[in-house]
């Protein structure tokens, strides 16, 4: 079993900065494809960024130039640095994992889930 611990979430006015870490527990940290999620009231969870164990990103059109995802394999922890907030990035982060070469974009590809970050962005 993987166990994943986001945080780093808060409250940040538009046009602020937040950086998010999810630390994982496993002994193959280096092999999984780890992304981030997120998901707004009265919405469904929807892809925001992906990295693969090669470090190849994707990154949805929304957050493209504002967002950068990295990986340390030593702490075996991804990171989702945010600039440029806007308020429609406000949503509950979620950080996830899964084997495989591909980043994945939909929930049920992913296996392994943190319990969230809230982060909020006031206008």
């Known amino acids: 079993q993987v166990q994943l611990v986001e945080s780093g979430g808060g409250l940040v006015q538009a046009g602020g900065s937040l950086r998010l870490s999810c630390a994982a527990s496993?002994?193959?940290?280096?092999?999984?494809?780890m992304a981030w999620f997120r998901q707004a009231p009265g919405k469904d969870r929807e892809f925001v960024v992906g990295i693969s164990a090669e470090t190849r990103t994707y990154y949805t059109d929304s957050v493209k130039g504002r967002f950068t995802i990295s990986r340390d394999n030593v702490k075996s922890t991804v990171y989702l640095q945010m600039n440029s907030l806007k308020p429609e990035d406000t949503a509950d982060y979620y950080c996830?994992?899964?084997?495989?070469?591909?980043?994945?974009?939909?929930?049920?590809?992913?296996?392994?889930w943190g319990q969230g970050t809230q982060v909020t962005v006031s206008s």
């Open positions: 496993g002994r193959a940290f280096s092999s999984y494809v």
């Open positions: 996830a994992a899964t084997f495989g070469m591909l980043i994945r974009t939909l929930t049920r590809e992913y296996e392994y």
